[in-house]
């Protein structure tokens, strides 16, 4: 992936322009000062650190949200879109960065809703639909059912019915925004190919992401963004990753990866014969206090699945769970998160935060029975420990109260982590901890991990990015369609050996 | 990865429709209704083979049934509304106050004054809900106390009776075209068209599209508050029609009619299939909902049950059909995993 | 207070964003106990006998069974689910007493029972919502005709009139003293339990949790499930002594009794603040919501005026009180909008340049 | 004689001629019509009417008009009761606040109301509606009756005695069911025709009350059992009249509700001037109806039901 970059094009006239655009949300500004030229024939990177204002300035262009103030150009002509039909008439096509789909609905609605081919009477033609559906489904190279319903799909396929949607629009401008942040290498490698061969055909392609590798993969030039205003525009022949970096922090952040090194103590956790039909099956493996152990693997490969029965949130057929010596009972949270046991689940927006509530009430309500006293819980007290938490991972909020879900991405994670954090536990898992947050954020994670474990905490890290296992893990454990397929010490652990048990294929993507 | 089903092998259109019949959720109740037909007929042949018996048959729930469709649209779009049956009382009232006052005016005058009525009440509900972003339920609850309301200071102590309606108007309550009662076939043409609607044109599909993900429906660039609106315009006018035909069935219109039809129309959706959370369902499921409540009704005494318990198996009903959905989901889902498990 | 410094880097954080009088006064709850206590003065002014004690008397003892029943309803409401067969179970409960108490069971044992009858019609709503999966509103649909259905079948035609008249008078009498009901005494100590583990305990804060994002709380270690049964126990009871005090009340055990109270019930705890999507609202502003409601029934009907305009009040009461929330926060939006534009800085980014 | 023992016996206090009436519920014709009669009887002795009333018959909604008019004091209050215990502590309260409570149409207990004013007998009442439909379909066969609601006094009492006298007086005739329309137009519709299904031998309809029997011949005239199963009962002639012109209705019987309202309004202000107490043998004037003797349990009866027929029906206007 990281082979020589596709030759920049010579630029030509811009598709779509912005200028000092501005957009806040009551006090909150997000968007203090954003530009953005998009050329046609172009593939464009926009890069900065979470909450940098990106996806506000998404939102901007697809005509959800309106802009305060500023310049907003398309072909020359200045346009103020007034709702999503406008700018979808207009020839750009968005794909947001949370999937969006009608889940009652088949495949195929999904991808034409509102815009169905019609024909007599206005009556849909459902055969060109469907059609229409299996030949974009064959151009990404994938299997789906286009008369399923969305229901119950992975996020991976969801995310491939949002990218279809896209192609399907025929966008003169197509806005990706952090596209592969749940795309497996092979998925991630089909969906370039793809944008290759539309900018090729002269469209513009605006590529969020905080995958620097697949940032110099695709893209000819970058913009980058901090603290909602424009910084920096530059082709990406000529800067480097440091560069980058620099610029969206504002500072040198030299260690992507800080792995200290740890002790491993006695087994806390134990895991054996874990099967639910149809999901995973014989998973046995155990924890070490002090270890840092990476599950990698495919997206959809089953990995959450097995994290979510262990913490009791699924149920699962046989095996057992081992927790500190004893059997940890199956199907409950509550014994699992009294016993020591957290999760930082994949999902943040869904399974992590109550978006609609406060930090503190957040931070606070794995704990809510032991901040209470006689039963009683005090506001005062539920600061206390918000405060405690959210200072020490540094979350970017106005104050305690302040409701969640108008947090960046990357602190949105942070409240996350601090929630399972406070719960003060001995084994945490992690699915997906870094998915969707900037470097800056990333490493800080990383390092939190890492004094974690040091001071004596077992971690399971769920990743589908394999720089960060192979760099934090002590150990990396690889799954399959739901089994067990690898185990590797650090030392052995190299992207191909991981990649070939990930895959059954050798050389495979990444 | 993917749930990798190939494209189906070609199946012939024929053996998909027959698939499909067996599995729709909707055969369910036809069974159940028919089931009721036989037994009830069995006990008492006249329950199906006399004139009357036939004509009340089709005819009883033609009224609900109408009701019934307008509500079914709207709970596709993941709203309710509550305020149906204050808007039957409305319009019936309505439908005989025109009569009275002004002699001699067409039918097509007074159907469409109570289509109309219905309509712009319905939109009022509508426009609340999809510009003021506040929910459904709270809205029609509040206009359903509003409306009826108006009806009973409108109406007073005062009714119409049936001697204040022209004949001709009357006789459509009652009259019949080839055996099967005029009420019934303009209910069905009610139902067909928005059936048609529903399945086949855009903005049908986007009421699905609402209620299965209102958000998703926004970020799509669905004319979200245009649809909505739309939906309860529609359950307006055909409770506002309902009104007129309930005039024309009754005769005697007083400041109560229609009282509690909204739990029956939405008793009788739920029972057909059409999912109270939105985005599920049909019309046509809807429609059999309403025939079998009124159906039950009337098969009871025949079988020997007190009238008392009557809301109690109407309940049990409900609850019975509600249950056989999740049954089926489950075993719908079952078949996925085991599905995914061979295809390992 | 200390702020916990961690490491250097630590920042401190307020606690509130906004001043204490703001979150205090800015809100649904202080917006009703307002509107109800400009209803109670202008009716003494204006209206006659309102300032009776019989007024205050009368008043309680007809929304005293909507006062109680509100009280669950207002939990359950804010996990997001709905019970709409409460007024059923008042009308199975007080059926059950009277049919005991025919049967010459002791009223004691009789009421007893028809409570443990509604905890029961409780558990079976929360029975099918929690372990069979289904939406509260379809099931308690189901459940509005079914426990109607058993109620009016149970007694036929009949009425049950004869009741202990130390028990009859009981649920007439007031506080001695005071203009007050005895129902109040009960009503006042289930309220302050409903408050206390609503705005004070873990339980209550699951309850908030459950409602703006079930998934989450699960994933917090709530058990969902467990909590909903519990809650839809809780309303079954309630409604059942509620059905109890109803049959007293009346000396008067008829399967339609309180027929149709549920839309009256919700529509106090709608107007009271509770959001119907889950997740908002508080119990103070809930018993002014039914507070509200019936003092301008009494006021309007002690005018002279009939009970259809009283409909259309509560009707548009209800209305507003939603449309009004929103239209707020669209005006604040627009301001804040309007302000931000003005405040802002114009920019001193540089353009973008290729 | 049991009316004296809660009021506070005052009689001469300057008189407070405030007549409130109380119908089981408004929107119903016949109310209408005895409301009508006191409104006019309150007009020709100068004191107020006013007519309150729940919308849906049931004893709980009363209650709350019972108590407002405690509340305000009214002079009298004129009720048809919806349950004959239900409301008794109500209306105690509203007696020891020194409200005069007569009860018209549909009696309370004896104990809870200073007098009831009784538009015919029971035993009058249900005997003109056996012989009307014995009469009728020639003495033999099977007979139904569509009542009001499941709770009504009255409705209960008539069917009762029906019963009896169909027993004693009419052996052939056979009473197969006892159906409740809740005085609600479209429900009586609807068990009408679930009557005709359930008993095709059925003979004849008897519906002791003005919505029922409406409702009846309204489905009756248009369905293939007109003329073939008779209907009777208590209705008022505007609502009839029609199937009487059609032939679906032979003969029914009712008393002049004006005339009951007008005769309750006087008794009140009796009550309430002192003239009466309730005893048996009081007597008062009631206007243009004449003089009025209290009978036993503080009853006075208005007269005998009338049989309306094609021959008269047109001299009515109710
Ligand atoms: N609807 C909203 N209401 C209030 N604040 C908002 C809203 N949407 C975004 N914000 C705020 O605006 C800022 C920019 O958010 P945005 O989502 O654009 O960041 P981003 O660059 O996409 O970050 P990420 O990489 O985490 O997705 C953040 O501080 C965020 O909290
Ligand atoms: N709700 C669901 N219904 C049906 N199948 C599901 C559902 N959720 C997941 N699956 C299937 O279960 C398997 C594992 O899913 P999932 O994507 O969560 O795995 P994962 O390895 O944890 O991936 P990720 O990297 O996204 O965490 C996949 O085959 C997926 O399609
Ligand atoms: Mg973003
Ligand atoms: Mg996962």
Request: with cysteine.
């Given at each position: 992936?990281?082979?020589?970059?596709?030759a920049?094009p010579a630029?030509?006239?811009?598709a779509?322009?912005l200028?000092?655009?501005?957009?806040?949300?009551?006090?909150?500004?997000?968007?203090r000062s954003?530009?953005?030229?998009l050329?046609r024939?172009s593939?464009h990177?926009l890069i900065?650190?979470n909450?940098?204002?990106?996806s506000?300035?998404?939102?901007?262009?697809?005509g959800?949200?309106?802009r305060?103030d500023?310049?907003?150009?398309?072909?020359?002509?200045?346009?103020?879109?007034?709702?999503?039909?406008?700018s979808?008439?207009?020839?750009i096509?968005v794909i947001?960065?949370?999937?969006?789909?009608?889940?009652?609905?088949?495949?195929?609605?999904n991808?034409?809703?509102?815009?169905?081919?019609?024909?007599?009477l206005?009556r849909?033609?459902?055969a060109?639909?469907?059609?229409e559906?299996?030949?974009?489904?064959?151009?990404?190279?994938?299997?789906?059912?286009?008369?399923?319903?969305t229901?119950?799909?992975?996020?991976?396929?969801?995310?491939?019915?949002e990218?279809?949607?896209?192609?399907?629009l025929d966008?003169r401008?197509l806005?990706?925004d952090e596209?592969t942040?749940a795309?497996?290498g092979v998925?991630v490698?089909?969906?370039f190919?793809?944008?290759?061969?539309l900018?090729d055909?002269g469209?513009?392609?605006?590529?969020i992401s905080h995958?620097?590798?697949?940032?110099?993969?695709?893209c000819?030039?970058?913009t980058?963004m901090?603290?909602?205003a424009?910084?920096h525009?530059?082709?990406?022949?000529?800067?480097?990753?440091d560069?980058l970096?620099?610029q969206?922090?504002?500072?040198d952040?030299?260690?992507?990866f800080?792995?200290?090194?740890?002790?491993?103590g006695?087994?806390?956790?134990?895991?054996?014969g874990?099967t639910?039909?149809g999901?995973?099956?014989d998973v046995?493996?155990?924890?070490?206090?002090?270890?840092?152990?990476?599950?990698?693997?495919?997206?959809?490969a089953?990995?959450?699945?097995v994290?979510r029965a262990?913490?009791?949130?699924d149920?699962?057929?046989?095996?057992t769970?081992r927790?500190g010596g004893?059997v940890?009972?199956?199907?409950?949270v509550?014994?699992?998160?009294?016993r020591?046991?957290?999760?930082v689940?994949?999902?943040?927006?869904?399974q992590?935060?109550?978006l609609?509530?406060g930090?503190s009430?957040?931070?606070?309500?794995a704990?809510?029975?032991?901040l209470?006293?006689?039963?009683l819980?005090?506001?005062?007290d539920?600061?206390?420990?918000a405060?405690e938490?959210?200072?020490r991972?540094e979350?970017?909020t106005?104050?305690?109260?302040?409701?969640?879900?108008?947090l960046s991405?990357?602190?949105?994670?942070?409240?996350?982590?601090?929630?399972w954090?406070?719960?003060?536990?001995k084994?945490?898992i992690?699915d997906?901890?870094t998915?969707g947050?900037d470097v800056?954020?990333?490493?800080?994670?990383h390092r939190?991990?890492?004094?974690?474990?040091q001071?004596?905490?077992?971690i399971?890290?769920?990743?589908?990015?394999?720089p960060?296992?192979?760099g934090?893990?002590?150990?990396?454990?690889?799954m399959r369609?739901g089994?067990?397929?690898g185990?590797?010490a650090r030392?052995?652990?190299?992207?191909?050996?991981?990649?070939?048990?990930?895959?059954?294929?050798a050389?495979?993507a990444? | 990865m993917?749930?990798?089903t190939p494209?189906?092998p070609?199946t012939?259109?024929a053996?998909?429709?027959?698939?499909h019949?067996?599995?729709a959720?909707?055969?369910?109740?036809?069974?159940?209704?028919?089931?009721?037909?036989v037994?009830?007929?069995?006990?008492n042949?006249?329950?199906?083979?006399?004139?009357?018996?036939?004509r009340d048959?089709?005819l009883?729930?033609?009224l609900?049934l109408?009701?019934?469709?307008?509500?079914a649209?709207v709970?596709i779009?993941?709203?309710?509304?509550?305020s149906?049956?204050?808007v039957?009382?409305?319009t019936a009232?309505?439908?005989?106050?025109?009569f009275?006052?002004?002699?001699?005016l067409?039918?097509v005058?007074?159907?469409?004054?109570g289509?109309?009525?219905?309509?712009?009440?319905g939109f009022?509900n509508?426009?609340?809900v999809?510009?003021?972003k506040?929910?459904a339920?709270?809205i029609?609850?509040?206009t359903?106390?509003i409306?009826?309301?108006?009806?009973?200071?409108?109406?007073?102590?005062?009714?119409?009776?049936?001697?204040?309606?022209?004949a001709d108007?009357r006789g459509?309550?009652?009259g019949q075209i080839l055996?099967?009662?005029v009420l019934?076939?303009l209910?069905?043409?009610?139902?067909i068209?928005a059936?048609?609607?529903?399945?086949?044109l855009?903005?049908?599909r986007e009421l699905?599209?609402i209620?299965?993900?209102p958000a998703?429906?926004?970020l799509?660039?669905l004319?979200?508050n245009?649809r909505i609106i739309g939906?309860?315009?529609?359950?307006?006018?055909?409770?506002g029609?309902?009104?007129?035909?309930y005039?024309?069935?009754?005769?005697t219109v007083?400041s109560n009619a229609g009282?509690?039809?909204?739990?029956q129309?939405i008793?009788?959706?739920?029972i057909?299939?059409v999912?109270?959370?939105?985005?599920?369902?049909?019309v046509?499921?809807a429609a059999?909902?309403?025939?079998?409540?009124?159906t039950i009704n009337r098969?009871?005494?025949i079988?020997?049950i007190?009238d008392?318990?009557?809301?109690?198996?109407?309940?049990?009903?409900?609850?019975g059909?509600?249950v056989?959905?999740?049954?089926?989901a489950?075993?719908q889902?079952?078949?996925l995993?085991?599905?995914?498990?061979?295809?390992? | 207070m200390?702020?916990?410094?961690?490491?250097e880097r630590?920042r401190?954080?307020?606690?509130?964003?906004?001043?204490?009088?703001?979150?205090?006064?800015?809100?649904?709850?202080?917006?009703?106990i307002?509107?109800?206590l400009?209803?109670i003065v202008v009716s003494?002014?204006?209206v006659?006998?309102f300032?009776s004690p019989l007024t205050v008397?009368?008043?309680l003892?007809?929304?005293?069974?909507?006062?109680?029943?509100?009280?669950?309803?207002t939990?359950i409401?804010?996990?997001e689910e709905?019970?709409l067969?409460?007024?059923?179970?008042?009308g199975l409960s007080?059926?059950?007493?009277?049919?005991?108490?025919?049967?010459?069971?002791?009223?004691?044992?009789a009421?007893?029972a028809?409570?443990?009858?509604?905890?029961?019609?409780?558990?079976?709503?929360?029975?099918?919502?929690?372990?069979?999966g289904?939406?509260s509103?379809?099931?308690?649909?189901?459940?509005l005709?079914?426990?109607?259905?058993?109620?009016?079948?149970?007694l036929?035609?009949e009425a049950?009139t004869?009741?202990p008249?130390t028990w009859?008078?009981?649920a007439k009498?007031?506080?001695?003293?005071?203009?007050?009901?005895?129902i109040?005494?009960?009503?006042?100590v289930?309220a302050v339990?409903?408050?206390?583990?609503l705005h004070l305990t873990?339980?209550?804060r699951?309850l908030?949790a459950?409602?703006?994002?079930?998934?989450?709380?699960q994933?917090s270690g709530?058990d969902?499930?467990?909590?909903k049964?519990v809650?839809?126990?809780?309303?079954?009871a309630?409604s059942?002594?509620?059905?109890v005090y109803?049959t007293?009340?009346?000396?008067n055990?008829r399967g339609e009794n309180?027929?149709g109270?549920?839309?009256?019930?919700?529509?106090?705890?709608?107007?009271?603040g509770?959001?119907?999507f889950?997740?908002?609202?508080a119990?103070?502003g809930?018993i002014?919501?039914?507070?509200?409601?019936?003092?301008?029934?009494?006021?309007?009907?002690?005018a002279?005026?009939?009970s259809?305009?009283i409909n259309?009040?509560?009707?548009?009461?209800?209305?507003?009180?939603v449309v009004?929330?929103?239209l707020l926060a669209w005006l604040?939006?627009?301001?804040?909008?309007?302000?931000?534009?003005?405040?802002?800085?114009r920019?001193?980014?540089p353009?973008?340049?290729v | 004689?049991g009316?004296?023992?809660?009021?506070?016996?005052?009689?001469?206090?300057?008189?407070?001629?405030?007549i409130?009436?109380?119908?089981?519920?408004?929107?119903?014709?016949y109310?209408?019509?005895s409301?009508?009669?006191?409104e006019?009887?309150?007009g020709e002795?100068?004191?107020t009417?006013?007519?309150v009333?729940?919308?849906?018959?049931?004893p709980?909604?009363?209650v709350?008009?019972i108590?407002?008019?405690?509340?305000?004091g009214?002079?009298g209050?004129?009720i048809s009761?919806?349950?004959p215990?239900?409301i008794?502590d109500?209306?105690d309260?509203a007696?020891?606040?020194?409200?005069?409570?007569v009860?018209f149409?549909s009696d309370?207990?004896?104990?809870?109301?200073?007098l009831?004013?009784?538009?015919a007998?029971a035993?009058?009442?249900?005997?003109?509606?056996?012989?009307l439909v014995a009469?009728q379909i020639g003495?033999a066969?099977?007979?139904?009756?569509?009542?009001?609601?499941?709770?009504a006094?009255n409705?209960?009492?008539?069917?009762?005695?029906m019963k009896?006298?169909?027993?004693?007086?009419?052996?052939?005739?056979?009473?197969v069911d006892?159906v409740y329309g809740d005085?609600d137009?479209?429900?009586?519709f609807d068990?009408?025709?679930?009557l005709?299904q359930?008993?095709p031998?059925?003979?004849?309809?008897v519906?002791?009350?003005?919505?029922?029997?409406?409702?009846?011949g309204?489905y009756l005239?248009t369905?293939?059992?007109?003329?073939?199963?008779?209907?009777?009962?208590?209705?008022?002639?505007n609502?009839l009249?029609?199937y009487?012109?059609?032939?679906t209705?032979t003969?029914?019987a009712?008393?002049?509700p004006?005339?009951l309202g007008?005769?309750?309004a006087?008794?009140t202000?009796a009550?309430?001037?002192?003239?009466?107490?309730g005893k048996e043998g009081?007597?008062?004037e009631?206007?243009?109806?004449?003089?009025f003797?209290?009978?036993?349990?503080a009853t006075?009866?208005?007269?005998?039901?009338?049989?309306?027929?094609?021959?008269?029906?047109?001299?009515f206007?109710?």
């Amino acid at each position: 992936m990281a082979d020589a970059m596709d030759a920049t094009p010579a630029p030509s006239d811009h598709a779509l322009e912005l200028r000092r655009v501005m957009k806040s949300f009551g006090p909150v500004v997000a968007l203090r000062s954003g530009s953005l030229v998009l050329d046609r024939g172009s593939i464009h990177a926009l890069i900065g650190e979470n909450g940098a204002g990106k996806s506000t300035l998404v939102k901007i262009i697809a005509g959800l949200y309106r802009r305060d103030d500023g310049d907003f150009l398309l072909d020359g002509e200045s346009v103020d879109f007034a709702s999503t039909a406008q700018s979808k008439a207009a020839g750009i096509a968005v794909i947001y960065q949370e999937p969006t789909l009608f889940p009652d609905l088949s495949v195929t609605e999904n991808i034409f809703m509102g815009r169905q081919p019609t024909g007599r009477l206005g009556r849909i033609d459902r055969a060109a639909m469907r059609d229409e559906a299996t030949r974009i489904f064959a151009r990404l190279g994938v299997a789906l059912d286009p008369d399923r319903v969305t229901e119950g799909l992975s996020i991976a396929d969801q995310q491939i019915i949002e990218i279809a949607k896209a192609i399907s629009l025929d966008a003169r401008v197509l806005i990706m925004d952090e596209p592969t942040a749940a795309l497996s290498g092979v998925e991630v490698e089909r969906l370039f190919a793809v944008a290759r061969s539309l900018r090729d055909e002269g469209r513009a392609l605006l590529f969020i992401s905080h995958r620097f590798d697949e940032v110099f993969a695709l893209c000819d030039t970058v913009t980058v963004m901090r603290d909602g205003a424009y910084v920096h525009t530059t082709p990406l022949a000529d800067t480097t990753v440091d560069d980058l970096v620099r610029q969206m922090v504002g500072r040198d952040v030299t260690e992507l990866f800080p792995k200290l090194p740890s002790t491993p103590g006695e087994v806390v956790l134990e895991v054996e014969g874990l099967t639910r039909k149809g999901v995973f099956r014989d998973v046995s493996f155990s924890l070490r206090a002090g270890e840092i152990v990476g599950l990698a693997g495919l997206v959809g490969a089953g990995r959450s699945e097995v994290a979510r029965a262990i913490f009791g949130v699924d149920s699962y057929e046989s095996g057992t769970v081992r927790l500190g010596g004893s059997v940890l009972p199956k199907g409950t949270v509550r014994q699992a998160t009294a016993r020591g046991l957290a999760l930082v689940p994949e999902d943040r927006r869904k399974q992590g935060l109550v978006l609609d509530e406060g930090v503190s009430r957040n931070i606070t309500l794995a704990i809510r029975q032991k901040l209470s006293r006689w039963g009683l819980l005090r506001s005062s007290d539920e600061n206390r420990a918000a405060r405690e938490w959210a200072s020490r991972l540094e979350v970017k909020t106005a104050a305690l109260d302040a409701t969640t879900g108008t947090l960046s991405g990357g602190n949105q994670q942070k409240v996350v982590i601090g929630k399972w954090l406070a719960t003060q536990p001995k084994v945490l898992i992690v699915d997906e901890p870094t998915r969707g947050i900037d470097v800056g954020t990333k490493s800080e994670v990383h390092r939190l991990l890492s004094e974690l474990a040091q001071q004596g905490l077992a971690i399971l890290m769920i990743s589908s990015e394999l720089p960060e296992v192979l760099g934090m893990a002590d150990r990396v454990l690889v799954m399959r369609e739901g089994r067990l397929t690898g185990e590797f010490a650090r030392t052995d652990a190299t992207p191909e050996a991981v990649m070939f048990a990930a895959t059954a294929e050798a050389g495979a993507a990444l | 990865m993917s749930i990798a089903t190939p494209v189906r092998p070609g199946t012939s259109p024929a053996a998909k429709l027959v698939s499909h019949v067996a599995t729709a959720r909707e055969s369910g109740i036809v069974l159940a209704l028919v089931l009721i037909v036989v037994v009830a007929t069995v006990n008492n042949p006249t329950f199906l083979f006399s004139p009357d018996g036939f004509r009340d048959l089709l005819l009883t729930p033609s009224l609900l049934l109408l009701v019934a469709v307008g509500q079914a649209i709207v709970i596709i779009t993941r709203n309710v509304d509550l305020s149906v049956g204050s808007v039957v009382g409305l319009t019936a009232y309505l439908t005989g106050r025109l009569f009275i006052d002004v002699p001699g005016l067409p039918l097509v005058v007074v159907f469409f004054a109570g289509i109309v009525v219905g309509g712009i009440l319905g939109f009022v509900n509508g426009a609340l809900v999809a510009y003021a972003k506040v929910p459904a339920l709270v809205i029609t609850l509040g206009t359903m106390y509003i409306y009826r309301g108006i009806n009973v200071a409108w109406a007073g102590s005062n009714r119409v009776n049936a001697s204040d309606l022209p004949a001709d108007f009357r006789g459509l309550g009652t009259g019949q075209i080839l055996g099967i009662p005029v009420l019934t076939i303009l209910a069905v043409v009610v139902l067909i068209v928005a059936a048609w609607y529903l399945r086949n044109l855009r903005s049908g599909r986007e009421l699905y599209a609402i209620g299965s993900d209102p958000a998703a429906a926004h970020l799509y660039g669905l004319k979200v508050n245009r649809r909505i609106i739309g939906a309860f315009v529609t359950s307006g006018a055909l409770a506002g029609l309902a009104g007129v035909l309930y005039a024309a069935r009754y005769g005697t219109v007083a400041s109560n009619a229609g009282f509690g039809w909204e739990l029956q129309a939405i008793g009788a959706a739920v029972i057909g299939g059409v999912a109270i959370s939105g985005g599920v369902g049909t019309v046509w499921g809807a429609a059999i909902g309403a025939y079998l409540l009124l159906t039950i009704n009337r098969a009871l005494p025949i079988l020997g049950i007190d009238d008392f318990w009557q809301r109690a198996v109407v309940g049990a009903l409900i609850l019975g059909a509600i249950v056989l959905d999740r049954v089926l989901a489950v075993r719908q889902s079952r078949k996925l995993t085991a599905e995914r498990e061979t295809g390992r | 207070m200390t702020s916990t410094t961690v490491d250097e880097r630590a920042r401190t954080y307020r606690a509130h964003g906004r001043p204490f009088w703001r979150r205090a006064l800015l809100t649904r709850e202080a917006a009703i106990i307002g509107i109800l206590l400009l209803v109670i003065v202008v009716s003494l002014a204006t209206v006659r006998n309102f300032d009776s004690p019989l007024t205050v008397t009368y008043l309680l003892r007809d929304i005293a069974p909507i006062l109680l029943i509100a009280l669950p309803m207002t939990l359950i409401i804010i996990t997001e689910e709905i019970d709409l067969s409460v007024a059923s179970i008042v009308g199975l409960s007080s059926v059950t007493v009277g049919v005991l108490t025919q049967a010459g069971w002791p009223f004691e044992v009789a009421a007893l029972a028809a409570i443990v009858v509604g905890l029961v019609a409780g558990a079976i709503n929360g029975f099918l919502v929690t372990v069979v999966g289904l939406p509260s509103l379809a099931v308690t649909i189901g459940t509005l005709a079914l426990f109607r259905g058993i109620a009016v079948g149970l007694l036929g035609t009949e009425a049950v009139t004869e009741f202990p008249e130390t028990w009859t008078d009981l649920a007439k009498a007031n506080i001695p003293g005071t203009p007050l009901p005895l129902i109040m005494i009960p009503f006042a100590v289930l309220a302050v339990v409903f408050a206390v583990l609503l705005h004070l305990t873990p339980f209550g804060r699951s309850l908030y949790a459950i409602g703006l994002n079930k998934e989450a709380a699960q994933f917090s270690g709530i058990d969902v499930a467990r909590t909903k049964f519990v809650l839809f126990v809780l309303s079954g009871a309630v409604s059942g002594f509620a059905g109890v005090y109803f049959t007293l009340l009346y000396s008067n055990a008829r399967g339609e009794n309180a027929m149709g109270m549920e839309l009256q019930i919700i529509a106090a705890v709608l107007l009271g603040g509770v959001s119907i999507f889950g997740g908002r609202g508080a119990l103070h502003g809930v018993i002014a919501g039914v507070l509200l409601i019936g003092t301008l029934g009494s006021a309007l009907r002690l005018a002279g005026v009939t009970s259809d305009i009283i409909n259309v009040i509560t009707g548009v009461l209800l209305v507003l009180s939603v449309v009004s929330a929103s239209l707020l926060a669209w005006l604040q939006s627009r301001r804040a909008a309007a302000l931000g534009r003005r405040k802002s800085p114009r920019s001193s980014a540089p353009a973008a340049s290729v | 004689s049991g009316g004296s023992g809660g009021g506070s016996g005052s009689g001469g206090d300057g008189g407070n001629l405030s007549i409130t009436f109380l119908p089981k519920n408004l929107g119903n014709p016949y109310f209408e019509t005895s409301n009508k009669g006191g409104e006019e009887a309150i007009g020709e002795f100068g004191g107020t009417f006013e007519q309150v009333g729940p919308s849906e018959a049931t004893p709980t909604s009363q209650v709350q008009y019972i108590q407002t008019a405690a509340q305000q004091g009214v002079g009298g209050l004129v009720i048809s009761a919806n349950d004959p215990s239900a409301i008794c502590d109500a209306l105690d309260e509203a007696r020891s606040a020194g409200v005069k409570v007569v009860t018209f149409d549909s009696d309370t207990d004896a104990k809870c109301r200073d007098l009831f004013i009784n538009q015919a007998t029971a035993e009058g009442i249900a005997k003109v509606q056996v012989d009307l439909v014995a009469k009728q379909i020639g003495d033999a066969g099977q007979v139904a009756i569509l009542s009001a609601a499941a709770n009504a006094t009255n409705q209960n009492a008539w069917i009762e005695l029906m019963k009896k006298d169909f027993a004693a007086d009419h052996p052939n005739i056979e009473l197969v069911d006892v159906v409740y329309g809740d005085d609600d137009d479209q429900t009586s519709f609807d068990r009408t025709a679930a009557l005709l299904q359930t008993y095709p031998n059925l003979k004849g309809i008897v519906s002791p009350t003005t919505v029922g029997i409406a409702a009846a011949g309204r489905y009756l005239s248009t369905s293939e059992y007109k003329g073939k199963v008779a209907l009777t009962g208590l209705g008022t002639p505007n609502q009839l009249r029609e199937y009487v012109q059609d032939g679906t209705i032979t003969a029914f019987a009712l008393w002049n509700p004006a005339d009951l309202g007008y005769l309750s309004a006087y008794a009140t202000k009796a009550l309430i001037d002192g003239t009466i107490t309730g005893k048996e043998g009081d007597t008062f004037e009631a206007g243009k109806l004449g003089e009025f003797t209290v009978g036993a349990d503080a009853t006075v009866l208005l007269g005998d039901p009338y049989v309306f027929d094609s021959s008269n029906i047109a001299d009515f206007d109710f």
